[in-house]
């Protein structure tokens, strides 16, 4: 159930990307142009709605559906990796127009090119996973 | 792009998955994370598809059921746009590096726009709005760059 729950979540999540043209590289270039509101405008009613529904959760000491346990996140310190992480990060998102998300999302709707962006991505995620020593080469 | 949903129902939907995952699971929304779990597995027999590669199944089957009923792209944006002709295969290797790039970038930032930019921003933690502001601003320097050189 916990997986199906995660599928579904995924499903609307990839499903609203796509219908957002998050997948479309022309309006994720648009909006870091400042040619367009609309990434912008996603984006932070996004953040928003998260904000304002994870707020809620904690003021309600609401527990999770499936697992009982009481709803709770932890808030992390800034380090260099996140600068350095999101230096990389921004770097390959503004070349491809793309992040995971949608990526995933524009292999599923049959995107030739995202073939080579996930063969990346992938590629890149094995790296460090390989050099933290969490999978074996 | 034909049938683009308006911002302000698009956004708020994608920010309910945030809660939704929260509320059902107690889990933190990242597609990096569900990337990483599919290469863990991948990578590892003994490991299994958790919660978070489940996550990566249905953000395809997201896009598999867009694809069927929305409308497809036409080219690659500026790369098409730029590299075209016999120079056409430059688009693969640059996405390719560009792939890795983000990969990389996210695990060593502990997330990407989603993990980092929404579910860690909307609760407001200092590295999540470290790395967001970061990788905008990388992001929409690097955007004008190619915008000046192509």
């Not at chain 1, 491809?96 to 999302?105: K, M, Q, T, Y």
């Not at chain 2, 089957?61 to 730029?82: K, N």
């Not at chain 2, 693969?92 to 990969?103: D, E, M, R, T, Y």
């Not at chain 2, 502001?133 to 915008?147: C, K, L, N, P, R």
Request: hydrophobic share 55%.
């Amino acid at each position: 159930v916990r997986r199906l729950a995660a599928l579904a979540v995924g499903f609307v999540f990839g499903l609203t990307l796509s219908w957002s043209g998050m997948t479309d590289p022309d309006v994720l270039r648009d909006g870091l142009l400042f040619k367009d509101f609309y990434l912008f405008g996603f984006f932070l009613s996004a953040l928003v709605t998260a904000f304002v529904g994870l707020r809620l959760l904690k003021v309600l000491r609401a527990r999770a559906v499936l697992t009982g346990e009481p709803v709770s996140w932890t808030a992390v310190a800034p380090e260099r990796r996140h600068v350095v992480g999101s230096l990389l990060f921004g770097t390959g998102w503004a070349v491809a127009d793309a992040c995971p998300g949608p990526i995933a999302a524009q292999l599923g709707q049959g995107v030739f090119w995202s073939v080579a962006t996930a063969a990346g991505l992938v590629f890149g995620v094995w790296l460090f996973l390989r050099r933290a020593g969490t999978v074996a080469a | 792009v034909h049938q683009q949903l308006a911002w302000y129902v698009g956004g708020p939907v994608l920010g309910l998955c945030v809660v939704a995952l929260r509320w059902l699971l107690n889990e933190r929304l990242g597609a990096t994370g569900a990337w990483s779990n599919a290469v863990e597995k991948l990578s590892s027999p003994g490991v299994r598809l958790d919660t978070r590669g489940w996550l990566l199944i249905g953000l395809l089957l997201g896009g598999i059921v867009f694809g069927i009923f929305g409308s497809g792209l036409d080219g690659y944006g500026w790369l098409t746009e730029t590299f075209t002709g016999g120079a056409r295969w430059v688009v693969v290797p640059v996405l390719v590096v560009a792939g890795a790039l983000i990969g990389y970038g996210a695990k060593v930032a502990g997330g990407c726009t989603s993990g980092n930019g929404l579910s860690g921003n909307a609760v407001l933690s200092p590295a999540s709005l470290v790395a967001t502001a970061t990788f905008f601003g990388t992001a929409i320097a690097v955007s004008f760059a190619i915008e000046a050189l192509t």
